[in-house]
């Protein structure tokens, strides 16, 4: 799959990267990058909130690898933890935003 991508799809060209280097730091590319269909984002959002670490990508049911996800994101349960705790006043305006929707989401 990964073979002549880099002028074909950069998009493709990436995923493969990533899973590469999953796969060469002896990791389960599985665990790691989860995939779901746009039909099953409720399972995907299930699921991912079971997770402490993951890269997740959502993709439109139907349509093709050459086409964008829906949707990309990542998981990294620890990070939040670590922002909650921040005393608010000492935070960058950037980071007072992604608090206040932390906050929002639980």
């Given at each position: 799959k990964c073979r002549n991508l880099a002028n074909e799809n950069i998009h493709l060209w990436r995923e493969c990267v990533l899973?590469?280097?999953?796969v060469y730091l002896r990791e389960d590319p599985d665990d790691l990058i989860k995939?779901?269909?746009d039909s099953r984002a409720g399972l995907a959002e299930k699921e991912l909130e079971q997770?402490?670490?993951?890269?997740?990508v959502i993709l439109k049911e139907g349509e093709g690898l050459q086409e964008p996800p829906d949707d990309i994101g990542i998981v990294?349960?620890?990070?939040?933890?670590?922002?909650m705790q921040l005393e608010q006043h000492k935070m960058s305006p950037k980071?007072?935003?992604?608090?206040?929707?932390?906050?929002s989401s639980q």
């Open positions: 899973k590469t280097l999953i995939e779901y269909l997770l402490t670490m993951a890269g997740f990294i349960e620890a990070l939040q933890k670590i922002i980071v007072q935003n992604l608090y206040g929707k932390l906050q």
